[in-house]
């Protein structure tokens, strides 16, 4: 956003020109707006002899800042003009541009819907050629163009503060490693899915779409929320939506008040916001229609409905960003009636492949090595679970890049497993993050590996209030805790969960099953833990008690325990001939021969679209 000037490019009928002199009189009524170094026009007659006429038009098209469309039938009939007229609207909803219908002659522009939604030059509502004085319908042109440049230049006057910059960059947690390089969120950012919801239905449509296609026909959506889960990237893609609403000249402000709950006006808020972010202009030198605040974790506001009544009327265009897609709580639901309502979805296979691709080329500097790309791709599908089911941590970009970097930077103990470490380095994350103090850490770590046997021993997945309660009364108790139960709840807030009945259960699967078996490995020297250890391993065809062995074996080092794990999986095949690979058992190979040759030998195929057609192929088996 520089102090340079506008670019004018005029889109116009020869004919016309000729006829009701439009460049001349155009040029004559804005050169006061040229003297003062706000603008410079360009047109088609600018162009030297020896210079590509299509080329040349083509390029000073795309560095407009503001489009004059001289419309008239001869106009509508022009393939050339035609051709203008559709990339002046292409890039005013791509890029911002702003796109002035002038009309020269009766014509039926009206017919053009695009069209229909930009205000027309009509002076005392008649076209140029009605008037019979022409200095009165000039003057009136250049003064509501003047009215467009001031608010443009005010934008491009506007600069993004060096603490708002290093705000959109930062990848936050991930870019504060022990690498080398620092990493920024735009070198290893991912688009993620979005799954678009039906509020009336109260569920999913179904239709799926890229974020990135979203953001950018994002003016199709004046009214956006944007749900996900905790650690599904909702900050990251609020950054990302930012600076690309920049490009677009639009004057976004990022707004998270969470602490507060909100609770200043939001008006207030969205200014202090903006002052914060912006410099070169005041808030109030800004045409509104062009800010576009971005609420995060509006979930948090105490008022929402207040604030959504603010934001629409002071605001065209604004984005909520919540955890849950339908947590918006209001009693007008005509109020959030026109809201288009989106999800993040976890990554899928391709976009993991394409997120781990990234971090090895920028984290680990190296060049794109396929073998260590595909290992570091089987590991985390392994950490997340993908290689068994459906998975057991959630495949957001957080998780993903969190166990990278705990298999790259950490030194593993030798009580557990490299994968069980980074398990464990993901709950003591949650909890540095909670603010739990180190020497406080074992202590909720003990907390819930006991909670986690209580829930198994009562075969629950969820708890009660008075269950909780009860519990927690107990170990109180026995292990002598003097920690307020709401102090532990609101520390354990991205472990635990606490639905809207109050019940709670573990907020992801494998913090579940890496506390149950840990409580398992502590006390494994016991006769009747080492029994229920035997029963689950006599039922490993049940999900739940394939992933506690899993989890215990990242735990435990105990010979014993290992060497029982390894005879039971031994033997789940004992029934099935081993394959001898002799010649009737290949034969199936020597019928596919022709079109497996075919599929190698393509002339097109490259390593790496090779590799995006199975990782996309992958992507509805292992989402």
């Given amino acids: 956003m520089s102090k340079e000037k506008l670019k004018i490019f005029i889109s116009y009928n020869h004919e016309d020109d000729e006829k009701y002199k439009l460049i001349k009189n155009f040029e004559t009524h804005t050169a006061q707006l040229k003297r003062e170094g706000l603008i410079e026009i360009w047109y088609d007659e600018e162009i030297d002899a020896d210079e590509e006429i299509d080329e040349e038009i083509d390029e000073n098209l795309e560095d407009a800042d503001i489009i004059c469309l001289f419309m008239s039938a ?61 200095d009165d319908l000039w003057h009136y042109i250049s003064t509501e163009l003047r009215k467009i440049v001031e608010k443009r230049i005010k934008i491009k006057q506007l600069k993004i503060t060096e603490s708002q910059r290093n705000f959109l960059q930062n990848a936050e947690m991930i870019g504060n490693t022990s690498l080398e390089k620092t990493i920024l969120l735009n070198d290893i950012f991912v688009y993620p899915e979005l799954i678009e919801y039906d509020i009336s239905k109260k569920r999913g449509s179904g239709k799926r779409i890229d974020s990135k296609t979203l953001i950018r026909n ?18 990251s893609l609020c950054k990302i939506i930012f600076k690309k609403l920049c490009e677009k000249n639009f004057v976004p402000v990022y707004i998270q008040d969470k602490i507060n709950s909100y609770k200043t006006n939001i008006e207030k808020t969205i200014v202090r916001s903006f002052n914060v972010q912006y410099e070169g202009a005041n808030i109030t030198e800004i045409d509104k229609k062009r800010i576009i605040p971005i609420i995060d974790d509006f979930h948090y506001a105490e008022n929402m409905e207040r604030h959504i009544k603010d934001l629409s009327k002071n605001y065209g265009r604004f984005i909520l960003i919540v955890d849950d897609i339908f947590n918006i709580n209001v009693s007008d639901k005509k ?68 166990a990278m970097l705990t298999y790259e930077t950490s030194e593993i103990k030798k009580e557990i497993t490299s994968q069980g470490h980074c398990y464990q380095a993901l709950i ?57 139960k709401e102090v532990v709840i609101k520390n354990l807030d991205y472990i635990i969960l606490v639905d809207s009945c109050n ?51 990242h735990h435990s080092r105990n010979d014993m325990l290992l ?12 029934e099935y001939e081993p394959a001898t690979l002799k010649k009737f ?37 292992k989402n």
């Fill in 503 to 553: 019940n709670y259960s573990f907020k992801y699967d494998y913090l579940y099953y890496f506390f149950v078996a840990k409580y398992f490995a502590d006390k494994i020297i016991d006769e009747e833990i080492q029994d229920e250890i035997d029963n689950i391993m006599e039922e490993l065809d049940l999900n739940k008690n394939a992933y506690i062995i899993i989890f215990l074996a």
């Fill in 585 to 621: 058992e290949v034969l199936f190979f020597d019928k596919q021969r022709d079109l497996l040759v075919n599929a190698v030998m393509k002339p097109d195929s490259t390593p790496e679209s090779e590799r995006k057609k199975l990782y996309e192929h992958a992507d509805p088996l």
């Fill in 563 to 574: 060497n029982k794990i390894e005879y039971i999986i031994t033997n789940l095949f004992n």
């Fill in 74 to 134: 001869r106009y509508i009939d022009s393939n050339y003009c035609h051709k203008e007229k559709k990339r002046a609207l292409e890039l005013k909803k791509s890029k911002g541009v702003s796109v002035i219908n002038i009309i020269v002659s009766p014509c039926e522009w009206k017919r053009d819907e695009e069209l229909k939604a930009i205000k027309a030059l009509l002076y005392q509502g008649e076209p140029i050629s009605k008037h019979s004085n022409p």
């Fill in 335 to 402: 109020l959030i009636g026109t809201f288009k309502r989106f999800q993040i979805r976890e990554l899928k296979a391709s976009l993991r492949y394409k997120l781990i691709n990234n971090w090895v080329i920028i984290a680990e500097k190296k060049s794109k090595d396929y073998r260590n790309i595909d290992e570091k791709t089987r590991l985390i599908d392994s950490t997340l679970g993908k290689t068994m089911s459906n998975g057991i941590m959630p495949s957001y970009p957080f998780f993903i890049l969190l």
């Fill in 218 to 235: 994002i003016t199709d959506y004046p009214k956006l929320v944007i749900a996900g889960v905790n650690q599904s990237g909702k900050t």
């Fill in 428 to 484: 003591y994350f949650y909890l540095r993050k909670k603010g739990v103090d180190n020497d406080e850490i074992d202590t909720y770590i003990n907390f819930l590996t006991e909670l986690s046997y209580y829930y198994y021993k009562e075969n629950k997945s969820r708890l009660t209030p008075s269950e909780f309660n009860s519990f927690f009364e107990y170990y109180a108790e026995t292990f002598l805790f003097n920690i307020e």
